[in-house]
């Protein structure tokens, strides 16, 4: 797990769910992830996360913070709350629960919306092999 924030109260947390390991080989391949935590999918395979999102103060996020592309293939699923999607150069997109959006690389920030915290499961695949 990752907490981003005062630990008690975090501003963001995010768990592996599950992870492949690798390239697929077998429909039982996979399982926990070992420690420490990494963002990307190990070994060039996939992952499930669990993305928590307290609340932000209403309003546009400040210029810088938290911009970020990576360079693999997401898969985000809002499973509750609301939060604004923001793309270089396009108007914010306000996504809500049952929302699906892929992501390809593409350099994006997210910024909660609402009261209540967004909760996001997002698949990620990693795009050709690595040596992680």
């Known amino acids: 797990m990752m907490i981003i924030g005062d630990e008690a109260a975090p501003l963001a947390a995010l768990a592996d769910v599950w992870q492949l ?3 697929v080989f077998a429909a039982d391949q996979g ?8 963002l990307e999918p190990r ?13 932000a103060p209403s309003g546009s996020p400040a210029p810088d913070a ?5 360079a693999r293939i997401d898969v985000d699923v ?9 793309l270089p150069d396009l108007q914010p997109v306000l996504l809500e ?10 350099n994006h920030l997210w910024h ?11 698949v990620m695949v ?3 092999l690595t040596n992680q």
């Not at 399982?31 to 990494?38: C, H």
């Open 97 to 106: 629960a049952g929302d699906i959006v892929l992501q390809r690389g593409t």
């Open 78 to 86: 809002i499973v509750s709350g609301t939060v604004q999607m923001y």
């Open 126 to 128: 990693a795009v050709g």
């Open 31 to 38: 399982g926990d992830a070992p420690e420490p935590f990494d």
């Open 43 to 55: 070994g060039g395979g996939a992952k499930i996360l669990d993305v928590e999102l307290q609340a």
């Open 66 to 70: 938290g911009w970020h592309a990576t």
């Open 21 to 23: 390991g690798g390239p």
């Open 112 to 122: 909660s919306a609402g009261t209540e915290p967004l909760r996001m499961s997002t």
